[in-house]
C-alpha cells in the first residue's frame, strides 16, 4: 500500500490529540496516510497556512470554519468539517481578585449564580470608570461565543459593559498575570497553567454553558474534500480510532506523555493527563475534581457534524455581528459540516450513526435513544444553561426571543 502524505496545521492544544494520536499510534498509516504536524500560536495562522495551501487540513475553530465560508473579516473560502475533534473543553478562569468575588472557594460555581455576582461588579466597575475586561482566543470562537452567550443571559451586556479581547492560547496565562485581563475562556492546558502559576482560579467550565457545545474540527478548503475524497475519508477514519483510543483510560498516561513532547503541547503531561481525565484543578494546590464531559469526545456520535451545531454558530455570528438574517447564508454555514462523508468513512466500523443530520439542540435533559443508521445511540443530556432550545429551523424566532445586546 503506498503512503499518501497529508500536512496537518494546529494549535498546543489539547483538542489537537485526535491527529496528533492517529499519527502516533499507527492508525493514519494504516490508512495510507502520513501526517506532518506544523504548529502555530494563534488561529489566524493557522488559518493563514490552510487558505493558502501549506497545510491540507487544520485542527480549528468551528465558528472560524463558518465565518471563513461566509467572508467574515477576509474574502470568503468555502471550508469543509468532515469530522468534529471535540465538545467544549474549555474553561473560564478569572484573576483571584475578581474570582474570590463572584465564585464559591474549592468548587465551581453555578453559571447564573456566578453571573449575578459578576453583574454586580460590572457595576461597581462602571461607577468608578472602567470595565472588567476577558481574554479569548479569537473573535469567531466557541470560546467568544459560550462567553458572551453567558455574559448575556445573566444581564451583562459583552459590547457595552464589558470588554472582550484577543489573546492567542499560549500567552492567555501570561495576560491574567500581568493584570491585562480580569479573566480568560481558553482551552486546556492554558487554565491549567493559569492555575499552577497561582495567577487565577476556574470559576465555570464551558460545558456549564452548553453541555454538548461544539468546540474544534477538522478542517479543509471544500475544494479539497471534494478532489481527495478517498484519502479524507481515509483521515476520517484514522481520527475515529484514535479517539476510541483516547477515551480508553489504560491510555491516559502513555497519551498525555505523547501530546506533552516538543513537537506538539511542549507541555506538562500531568496538567494534560487532566483534561484527558475530565479531572481539574480549579486553584493552586487544590486537589483535582471530577468534572464530568469537560472535554466531551467519542461517546454519543461526539465526532459527527451535526448540521444543527453549525446553524446554532451561524446563529451566533449574526448576533455579535450584528447582521441580519439571510436564509441563504444559514445554508451555507450549515453546508460546512459534512455528515455525508462521516457517514460513508465509518460505514461498517462499530460505531454508531446517527440517521439525521440535524436535532434540536439543548433538548435532551436524560439519556434518550434517537434514530441511526448503524448500530444503537443514546445522547446524553445536553442542555444550555438557561434551558433555552435552539430549532434549527427556527433561527429568526430564536435570535428575536435573546436578550438585546
Known amino acids: 500500500m503506498s503512503i499518501e502524505q497529508m500536512n496537518i496545521g494546529f494549535l498546543p492544544l489539547v483538542d489537537a490529540a485526535l491527529p496528533i494520536l492517529a499519527h502516533e499510534h499507527g492508525f493514519a498509516e494504516e490508512q495510507g496516510l502520513h501526517l506532518n504536524f506544523i504548529r502555530d500560536v494563534s488561529w489566524a495562522s493557522v488559518l493563514d497556512r490552510l487558505l493558502y495551501g501549506h ?46 468575588k463572584v465564585a464559591p472557594a474549592g468548587m465551581l460555581g453555578d453559571p447564573v449564580s456566578v453571573g449575578e455576582r459578576l453583574k454586580s461588579e460590572v457595576a461597581k466597575r462602571a461607577a468608578a470608570g472602567c470595565r472588567i475586561r476577558f481574554g479569548v482566543v479569537h473573535r469567531y470562537s466557541g470560546h467568544n461565543y459560550k462567553l458572551r452567550y453567558w455574559l448575556a443571559q445573566c444581564g451583562i451586556a459583552p459590547d457595552t459593559d464589558v470588554d ?27 487554565n491549567s497553567v493559569a492555575v499552577e502559576r497561582d495567577v487565577g482560579r476556574i470559576v465555570l467550565v464551558t460545558a456549564q454553558i452548553w453541555r454538548r457545545g461544539v468546540e474544534k474540527v477538522l478542517a479543509m478548503p471544500a475544494e479539497k474534500l471534494d478532489d481527495d475524497r478517498d484519502k479524507i475519508e481515509n483521515l476520517v477514519r484514522a ?9 480508553d483510560p489504560a491510555n491516559w498516561d502513555a497519551n498525555a506523555e505523547i501530546l506533552a513532547r516538543k513537537d506538539y503541547l511542549d507541555g506538562s503531561a500531568k496538567l494534560i493527563k487532566r483534561a484527558i481525565s475530565d479531572r481539574i484543578m480549579l486553584t493552586a494546590g487544590a486537589q483535582p475534581l471530577d468534572v464530568p464531559d469537560f472535554m466531551f469526545q467519542y ?17 451566533q455570528l449574526l448576533r455579535w455581528d450584528h447582521i441580519p438574517y439571510d436564509a441563504e447564508d444559514q445554508l451555507r454555514a450549515e453546508q460546512v459540516f459534512r455528515p455525508n462523508i462521516y457517514r460513508t468513512a465509518l460505514k461498517g466500523l462499530d460505531t454508531p ?27 446524553g443530556a445536553n442542555p444550555f444553561f438557561d434551558g433555552r432550545v435552539f430549532d434549527p429551523l427556527e433561527v429568526q424566532n430564536y435570535l428575536k426571543s435573546l436578550p438585546n445586546s
Request: proline fraction near 7%.
Open 299 to 315: 461517546r454519543e456520535a461526539a465526532n459527527f457534524p451535526w448540521k444543527s451545531q453549525a446553524a446554532w454558530l451561524y446563529s
Open 164 to 190: 472582550i479581547v484577543t489573546i492567542a492560547p499560549p500567552f492567555a496565562a501570561d495576560a491574567l498575570a500581568n493584570a491585562e485581563v480580569d479573566g480568560i475562556c481558553v482551552g486546556e492546558p492554558w
Open 353 to 379: 450513526i446517527p440517521g439525521a443530520n440535524a436535532k434540536l439542540e439543548g433538548s435532551v435533559t436524560e439519556s434518550l435513544p434517537v434514530g441511526s443508521t448503524q448500530g444503537r445511540l443514546t445522547l
Open 55 to 100: 497545510t491540507d487540513a487544520a485542527h480549528l475553530l468551528a465558528p472560524l470554519a463558518i465565518a471563513t465560508t461566509l467572508g467574515r473579516g477576509r474574502p470568503a473560502k468555502a471550508l469543509a468539517v468532515p469530522f468534529v475533534l471535540s465538545l467544549n473543553g474549555n474553561a473560564i478562569t478569572m484573576s483571584h481578585a475578581l474570582a474570590d
Open 239 to 247: 481520527l475515529y480510532f484514535a479517539a476510541k483510543h483516547f477515551v
